[in-house]
């Protein structure tokens, strides 16, 4: 009982801390990805995304970042599409209270490697994934098109002289194959949902022991 109190509290300070939400207009705008190699940075914004995931076109000249961000996924553009829309079915209780908790915590330092807030960087990493990821939990549903719509800031992707490289820690052991499926921003996007989703599930609880009740006698 005590633990599903702090897991609703934990929600609830989740989202009394984000009850000021942005208007839908200045969201759209919002830069869901700065691709940051070098000296060079290339935007992608929220609306790129959404109308990639509405329509399944892809404007090369407008969306140059982004249609690199596919190819370099190692997924056909259909499968990203797909798994950036796939929902899943969660608790935003149970979610809140699996990334607030310290395997929470690592779980959010180790999935911002070289994904976090352009400005903040890895100082706010954890408290932005986790507010997005929180947010869009509230209906009970988690999917990595909805988690890209409630981030609170611009994010970028990370590739700059040695510190850091570009690649993200995909979640999902054992379901990426090569360096592009299990390192790449987008790859990283389509498992990330599925693990908040497997994290946060409750255990099965354990059957009770039936006790055998001795016949009564007949006389």
Same mark, same amino acid.
């Given at each position: 009982?005590?633990?599903?109190?702090?897991?609703?509290?934990?929600?609830?300070?989740?989202?009394?801390?984000?009850?000021?939400?942005?208007?839908?207009?200045?969201?759209?705008?919002?830069?869901?990805?700065?691709?940051?190699?070098?000296?060079?940075?290339?935007?992608?914004?929220?609306?790129?995304?959404?109308?990639?995931?509405?329509?399944?076109?892809?404007?090369?000249?407008?969306?140059?970042?982004?249609?690199?961000?596919?190819?370099?996924?190692?997924?056909?553009?259909?499968?990203?599409?797909?798994?950036?829309? *796939?929902?899943?079915? =969660?608790?935003?209780?149970?979610? !809140?209270?699996? @990334?607030? &908790?310290?395997? %929470?915590?690592?779980?959010?330092?180790?999935?911002?490697?070289?994904?976090?807030?352009?400005?903040?960087? *890895?100082?706010?990493? =954890?408290?932005?994934?986790?507010? !997005?990821?929180? @947010?869009? &939990?509230?209906? %009970?549903?988690?999917?990595?098109?909805?988690?890209?719509?409630?981030?609170?800031?611009?994010?970028?992707?990370?590739?700059?002289?040695?510190?850091?490289?570009?690649?993200?820690?995909?979640?999902?052991?054992?379901?990426?194959?090569?360096?592009?499926?299990?390192?790449?921003?987008?790859?990283?996007?389509?498992?990330?949902?599925?693990?908040?989703?497997?994290?946060?599930?409750?255990?099965?609880?354990?059957?009770?022991?039936?006790?055998?009740?001795?016949?009564?006698?007949?006389?």
């Amino acid at each position: 009982m005590l633990k599903r109190i702090s897991a609703g509290l934990a929600a609830g300070a989740a989202l009394s801390s984000l009850a000021v939400l942005p208007v839908q207009a200045e969201i759209n705008t919002r830069s869901t990805v700065r691709w940051n190699s070098g000296g060079a940075v290339y935007t992608t914004k929220l609306a790129d995304f959404q109308e990639f995931l509405e329509t399944g076109e892809l404007d090369y000249s407008t969306n140059r970042a982004l249609h690199s961000g596919i190819k370099n996924s190692g997924w056909t553009a259909e499968e990203i599409r797909k798994g950036l829309s *796939k929902q899943y079915k =969660v608790n935003v209780v149970y979610v !809140a209270r699996f @990334l607030y &908790s310290k395997k %929470g915590y690592k779980f959010l330092e180790n999935q911002t490697k070289s994904y976090f807030p352009y400005w903040g960087m *890895k100082k706010t990493a =954890v408290q932005a994934l986790r507010s !997005a990821i929180v @947010l869009d &939990s509230v209906d %009970g549903k988690l999917s990595s098109a909805g988690i890209m719509k409630m981030l609170p800031v611009d994010m970028r992707l990370a590739d700059t002289c040695g510190t850091f490289d570009g690649a993200q820690n995909v979640c999902a052991k054992g379901k990426c194959q090569g360096d592009q499926q299990c390192t790449s921003l987008l790859s990283w996007y389509v498992f990330l949902p599925a693990c908040v989703q497997a994290n946060s599930a409750l255990p099965e609880p354990a059957p009770r022991a039936v006790t055998p009740v001795p016949a009564r006698p007949l006389w």
